[in-house]
DNA sequence: TTTAATTAAACAAACGTTTAATTAAAACAT
DNA sequence: ATGTTTTAATTAAACGTTTGTTTAATTAAA
């Protein structure tokens, strides 16, 4: 049996995700996770002290994936491009659900705090791919382009996917039970569409 | 002085876009706007429909306006990609607040009615999109390339810029304090970052 | 005189949070 | 090992606010 701790965080980042935060009340949760009202508070705090701690504990993992493939000496700097588009889908398209939770707090101005602490957990991982893209520039391998804006177009494409499945399957005119993110030949479709963008815009 | 319905729907726009639907109440909205409480459910019935109001006052505009790059014989079909990069960033930075509001909409599963008119509004402009990519591509312009996530790209690149502020700030090494999307010179620098993304991707 | 607009007050329901009482678990001394 | 004490976990109930909505009375306009 799970932690009743991370039960809780695991169930309220759910439902988060699909209903925002003000949209969620602990009772909801509480009833979700089958633990008595009073527990959510008992561990956490607060409504506002249990987001904080969802945050915290899904970050840092995207970071060390990104951190291996910079340090990876084998890889030529498009190469690790490449390896970059294949774990950013990979692994938003996995935890969309945490995901869409960040970005629904982040397009809201509420919560100046823990928009900060949202914001500070994910630069890191944009200054990795910025510093993979100078490099890359500098051995001549790439060509200048607007660094900071091609990071936007990187996560920005990823992002316009996973905003809402309904819009996803209208643009592709699949069905609308049809769940796209969970389809590796989609995700297959994502990467390629990526790279052979990043390639004909960043290649000599 | 303006009409008291429209009033309220501009008012209530901008509550929504900052604080988003369950986080914004109606005495907020009625305080805003200077009256009283009471009047936003005379003149819409219900929070509902009041923000269903918005969607519809705000939508319609930006077709309209794609609708003629595209029926412009004037341009080659790069040159009516530019004239879409050009035409989008203007209306979404512009418009900031409410196409937040639409992608806060969008990226929450709740309302199934509303999320369906949202993308019903949206969809069109991709279509059109579609229609000067596949024409380019058939004229031999393009190189045939993968049309729909093409247009992910180009909305999603916008969309990230737009999410947040303090996030756009910390990616591009601004203080604090700057308003990106109001600085002339930091539209045209997304601009520029589109066309040449699109030119080295679309053009044989 | 009739209709529309506007108001203050009240409504029930839902919210996040706290309390006080109870049960389970852990630590301790014998 | 056993009984005792202390701490942690869990519960149902209640707290004071705030929520969206409605009512009934009043004022303005047609």
Redesign the pocket.
Request: net charge neutral.
């Given at each position: 049996m799970k932690d009743?701790r991370t039960h809780i965080i695991e169930t309220a980042m759910n439902l988060f995700a699909g209903k925002g935060y003000?949209g969620?009340?602990?009772?909801?949760i509480a009833e979700s996770a089958s633990?008595?009202?009073?527990?959510?508070?008992?561990y956490f705090?607060?409504?506002?002290k249990l987001f904080e701690s969802i945050v915290k504990y899904k970050s840092s993992l995207t970071r060390v994936l990104l951190d291996e493939i910079l340090h990876n000496t084998k890889f030529t700097y498009i190469e690790k491009i490449d390896a970059v588009i294949d774990s950013y889908v990979e692994r938003l398209f996995t935890h969309r659900s945490f995901h869409r939770l960040i970005y629904h707090e982040l397009i809201l101005n509420q919560r100046d705090e823990l928009q900060t602490s949202i914001v500070d957990n994910l630069i890191p991982n944009s200054i990795i791919i910025k510093n993979i893209i100078e490099a890359g520039i500098k051995k001549n391998e790439f060509k200048k382009v607007d660094i900071e804006l091609t990071i936007a177009t990187l996560i920005g494409t990823i992002n316009q996917m996973l905003l809402s499945k309904k819009f996803c399957n209208r643009l592709l005119n699949k069905e609308l039970s049809y769940v796209p993110y969970d389809d590796v030949k989609f995700r297959k479709r994502v990467k390629n569409h990526l790279k052979q963008l990043m390639h004909s815009y960043l290649i000599n």
């Open positions: 009743k003000e969620t009340s602990i009772r909801d633990v008595n009202l009073a527990m959510v508070n008992y705090g607060s409504k506002e």
